[in-house]
């Protein structure tokens, strides 16, 4: 594969720096650095998005006609790897990077023009009700179930695990509308607004101590059917067309910055006063292997975008893509609790908050490591786990 820059993509990178100098204030270059998960709070990813909306590279992979740039997959990549290196905040995916391509393939004229420009310019904040207590691997099997009442559906049950639902107003769901029969035949994909009479979020706090995920109850809730994506009983094809983009890749600009910085680290002192923890054999080893492993990641995740234009849907690629992605991504944060080493404490609100990054909170304090480690313990099971997505490959990769 030949990589080298023509010198127009040259001039686009050129291009792409000049823009993030001028637009990445202090705050939001320390935000993206010192997140700690990859969801990230809208107070730091909104004012993002307002600016790549204004500029309108807020959704470089969506075609044209609905709002995207239209660039080549290389611009795309560039831009992706500028964003990282410049250390920009993350942009909520259930939107830009979920629904809204699957609204493109399967939404109605209406839906498509009611909610994909809410979603660009970040009016609409949407959150993912796929899993329910029972359903998370076997999501066939959800019971959340929609009785059918004139023009609306009635809601009542639950969903889990519920990423952001307490900023988000408005939800995507999967709703069972038919009880008898192959629980995939009965599934429907529902579009629905976060304020309706019924609906209660409860928080639930991680092991790292964050307020990301919920659980929300329906009780009575009345959902208008003008919400429903594809026809009654058809939602799992739907649901399963939404997977492959939110596990379709991406990762490897930030992995890359990622180890970077470890690298650099890495080559100080220790910051307990200790050696250079570059100077050991087996940290060396370890490092190099999670660079090779980032790099292959880097050569299939443009591969697959090459194969990509105009908003299609990556495919089993997906599934590869997201379990090599999260397990690089792990494998960074072990790094990191070594190159933090005494400093690596699980909470560091001082290190967390943007713009605190000078002594006595030094470099080695902004890995924030150990919050990194536990946040992203979860990365190897939500957009369903990577043992899932192995069988994914095995059955639609392989033909096993
Ligand atoms: C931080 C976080 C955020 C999330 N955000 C959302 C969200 O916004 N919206 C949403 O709908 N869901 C969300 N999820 C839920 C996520 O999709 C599920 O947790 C995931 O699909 C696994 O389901 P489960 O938790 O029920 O585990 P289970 O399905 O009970 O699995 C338990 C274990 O068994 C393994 N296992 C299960 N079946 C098999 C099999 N057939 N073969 C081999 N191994 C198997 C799994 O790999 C796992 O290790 C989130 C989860 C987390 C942790």
């Not at 099997?141 to 307490?166: C, E, P």
Request: net charge negative; charged share 25%; hydrophobic share 40%.
């Amino acid at each position: 594969m030949d990589l080298a820059l023509t010198p127009e993509e040259r001039a686009f990178q050129d291009e792409v720096r000049a823009f993030l100098d001028e637009a990445l204030t202090p705050e939001l270059r320390a935000a993206g650095r010192l997140a700690t998960s990859v969801f990230m709070d809208p107070e730091y990813s909104l004012p993002w998005q307002r600016k790549l909306h204004a500029k309108g590279w807020v959704a470089p992979s969506w075609p044209a006609e609905y709002g995207g740039p239209g660039w080549s997959e290389m611009q795309r990549a560039i831009f992706a790897a500028e964003c990282a290196r410049a250390g920009a905040p993350s942009l909520p995916p259930q939107g830009l990077r979920m629904v809204g391509p699957c609204l493109m393939g399967y939404g109605t004229p209406e839906q498509k023009a009611r909610y994909l420009p809410r979603m660009l310019s970040g009016e609409d904040f949407w959150c993912q009700g796929y899993s329910e207590p029972g359903s998370g691997s076997d999501l066939a099997s959800l019971q959340m179930r929609a009785d059918s009442d004139g023009d609306d559906y009635i809601l009542n049950g639950s969903k889990i695990w519920t990423t952001h639902a307490q900023f988000a107003n408005r939800m995507f769901c999967l709703v069972r509308t038919r009880f008898d029969g192959k629980p995939q035949a009965g599934i429907t994909f529902l579009l629905l607004d976060m304020d309706i009479p019924g609906i209660t979020i409860k928080p639930i706090i991680t092991l790292a101590g964050d307020h990301e995920v919920n659980q929300v109850f329906f009780d009575d809730v009345r959902v208008p059917k003008s919400g429903r994506v594809g026809a009654e009983n058809q939602g799992w094809t739907v649901a399963k067309y939404l997977l492959e983009f939110e596990r379709g890749g991406g990762s490897a600009p930030g992995l890359k910055v990622q180890l970077g910085r470890l690298r650099d680290m890495a080559a100080d002192e220790g910051a307990d006063g200790g050696g250079r923890l570059i100077d050991d054999a087996a940290f060396r080893a370890r490092l190099s292997a999670a660079e090779i492993a980032i790099e292959a990641i880097e050569m299939t995740e443009l591969r697959v975008l090459a194969e990509l234009s105009g908003g299609k849907n990556p495919g089993p690629a997906s599934s590869m893509l997201k379990t090599a992605g999260t397990e690089a991504m792990q494998r960074i944060d072990e790094l990191a609790l070594d190159v933090a080493a005494t400093y690596a404490a699980v909470d560091q609100p001082m290190a967390r908050r943007p713009g605190a990054n000078t002594p006595p909170v030094g470099p080695v304090h902004s890995l924030v490591a150990a919050a990194r480690y536990l946040n992203n313990r979860a990365a190897s099971i939500y957009g369903g786990s990577n043992e899932i997505q192995r069988d994914i490959m095995a059955k639609l990769v392989l033909g096993l």
